[in-house]
């Protein structure tokens, strides 16, 4: 049985666990795109704080795309997990086509959702990276990676439901982890969802709009 309606009915759900955050007055919020985008839509929301994205692709398992072997984030960030990328002799040639694709999606998007805004000025601030949810935790882990390079005071990471695995990894990295469920009996993200369907570009530049427009 499913926990949650949709992304945006999470989002409100996991606003009510990190009000603590509304009394920060340098806080940023960043969703990753694109599933993290709505949910972090209603946490900024309900926070009153500003709302911006951080790029973080998967790096797919060749032939396997939902298996992750580690992610990239904006900043040149790249993390792999050796113990993925033992599985089945893959080789060099293989991981570095699959990261050269993954930088080219994340540059285009990079584009469609900031356009030409400034880089993220995060020294010092406070920062909640929102996801849809912890698989294996690759993908919050180079967005953490990538905003503890750029000088953040604080980093909270807050999911509607993440594996036991990848809550234990993210915790390890963030200064706090917020999660509705951690679950041992974890298939993928979507079986907590009613409606997990892609988030689609145009919705996440809407959200953005909307975000900035309050």
């Known amino acids: 049985m499913s926990s949650f309606t949709n992304r945006r009915a999470a989002g409100q759900a996991l606003a009510r666990l990190v009000l603590h955050y509304r009394d920060e007055p340098d806080l940023q919020v960043l969703g990753l795109p694109r599933g993290g985008v709505p949910v972090a839509f209603e946490v900024a929301k309900a926070l009153g704080a500003p709302l911006d994205v951080l790029l973080v692709r998967k790096l797919g398992y060749p032939g396997h795309p939902e298996l992750a072997m580690g992610a990239i984030a904006s900043g040149n960030i790249m993390i792999l997990n050796p113990s993925i990328t033992a599985i089945g002799g893959i080789r060099q040639p293989e991981i570095d086509a699959v990261i050269r694709h993954e930088r080219a999606e994340l540059q285009r998007r990079e584009l469609a959702y900031r356009g030409q805004a400034a880089p993220l000025a995060l020294a010092g601030a406070h920062v909640l990276l ?7 935790g690759a993908t919050m882990e180079a967005a953490i990676r990538a905003v503890r390079k750029q000088g953040a005071a604080h980093i909270g990471a807050a999911v509607p439901v ?53």
């Open 130 to 136: 929102v996801d849809d949810g912890l698989a294996t």
């Open 162 to 214: 993440g594996s036991t695995e990848a809550a234990a990894r993210i915790n390890a990295l963030a200064d706090e982890l917020t999660a509705l469920i951690v679950s041992d009996d974890f298939g993928s993200v979507g079986q907590f969802y009613d409606d997990f369907g892609q988030t689609v570009d145009s919705e996440v530049c809407e959200l953005l709009a909307k975000a900035a427009g309050r």
